[in-house]
């Protein structure tokens, strides 16, 4: 286990070790400690690397993760796991607005409350959110899945394309060409793996409703030009 005191050695040190892994080496469990909300820790991991963050971060901590295994004890501020490629991103507390936009792979868990844009533009990542999400979420989500265990606030889906989102509790609006659609078998099965992959094992796939696309966005016609 290397150790890197954010209270005494640079950031750049942690990133540039990240960063440095050869493929195959066995030198791959890191922790960080007294992170004090600094920003961009963990970033551009490409290494199946275990990195545990012991207390809160500030933005885009594990941006752009492509195979780690990022955990923080602690909240998040904005744009965490922001464009995640593979791996998992786990944090124990909050995270503030656009968790995990334009993620293309891998989970994203966050165990409290996600802000506003959460998951927006998402193009593949997993997103499971235990708490509460605010306004606009998965806005212009184009694939992979939202999973919602609290409410959800204002234009949910709001020009959604393919992303499939699921809210256990109460949506407050719908955003422009998003709907409620029927929960099919498949999309059970495909729900409770997320709820397992997630750690969640006291919820059943049946309390949630799915929502996504209308598909009557996705060309220009005049009947819509409100909605645009």
Same mark, same amino acid.
């Given at each position: 286990m290397r150790v890197f005191d954010l209270a005494t050695t640079p950031l750049r040190e942690l990133n540039s070790a990240l960063h440095t892994i050869a493929p195959g080496a066995n030198?791959?469990?890191f922790e960080v400690v007294n992170p004090r909300? $600094? /920003?961009s820790v963990a970033v551009g991991i490409d290494q199946p690397v275990t990195v545990e963050v012991r207390g809160s971060v500030g933005y885009y901590c594990a941006g752009m993760n492509d195979g780690g295994a990022v955990t923080v004890h602690g909240s998040a501020g904005p744009g965490v796991a922001e464009n995640m490629m593979s791996g998992?991103?786990?944090i124990e507390g909050d995270a503030s607005q656009y968790a995990g936009a334009t993620g293309r792979g891998g989970l994203l868990v966050i165990k409290g409350n996600?802000? $506003?844009r959460c998951g927006i533009s998402m193009k593949g990542i997993n997103i499971v959110v235990h708490g509460n999400i605010g306004h606009m979420s998965a806005f212009?989500?184009? $694939?992979? /899945?939202l999973v919602v265990l609290g409410n959800a606030g204002d234009a949910l889906g709001d020009s959604l394309y @393919?992303?499939?989102l699921f809210v256990r509790g109460e949506v407050k609006s719908l955003g422009a060409d998003c709907i409620q659609k029927e929960m099919k078998p498949k999309h059970l099965k495909l729900?409770? @793996?997320l709820l397992e992959k997630a750690g969640v094992t006291d919820v059943s796939p049946e309390e949630f409703k799915?929502?996504?696309s209308a598909r009557t966005l996705y060309n220009f016609n005049i009947d819509n030009a409100d909605a645009y």
């Open positions: 030198d791959t469990n909300g $600094s /920003h998992t991103v786990v996600a802000a $506003s212009m989500g184009q $694939s992979g /899945h @393919e992303a499939k729900l409770a @793996e799915r929502y996504g």
